[in-house]
Nanobody, 119 residues
């Protein structure tokens, strides 16, 4: 069964940077739209960014986060700069047939990786 595996989360001070990675296990997601979402305690899962032929970002991360893709490695990255305490959440990678900001549009999900930003 194909699934996604995220890595790269951790604890960082405000203003710092982290890079998250998402790789498939047991298959490939070539041709899929890939996205990152995040979920803070007590809140709904929130769109962060997607990449297909182009990229699209949520308003709260625009200008600070960059999504990229290495098709040779079938890996998607999320470079996060100028991190803020409000960015603290579990970050999830997702794959779907078409680009979307909606959670329900994605078929495959990773287990999530925790990002904690201290003030």
């Amino acid at each position: 069964q194909v699934h996604l595996v995220e890595s790269g989360g951790g604890l960082v001070q405000a203003g710092g940077s982290l890079r998250l990675s998402c790789a498939p296990s047991g298959g490939t997601f070539v041709g899929y739209s890939m996205a990152w979402f995040r979920q803070a305690p007590g809140k709904e899962r929130q769109f962060v960014a997607y990449i297909t032929g182009n990229t699209y970002y949520g308003d709260s991360v625009k200008g600070r986060f960059t999504i990229s893709r290495d098709n040779a490695k079938s890996t998607v990255y999320l470079q996060m700069n100028s991190l803020k305490p409000d960015d603290t959440a579990v970050y999830y990678c997702a794959a779907g047939a078409r680009p979307s900001r909606i959670v329900e549009s994605y078929t495959y999900w990773g287990q999530g990786t925790q990002v904690t930003v201290s003030s």
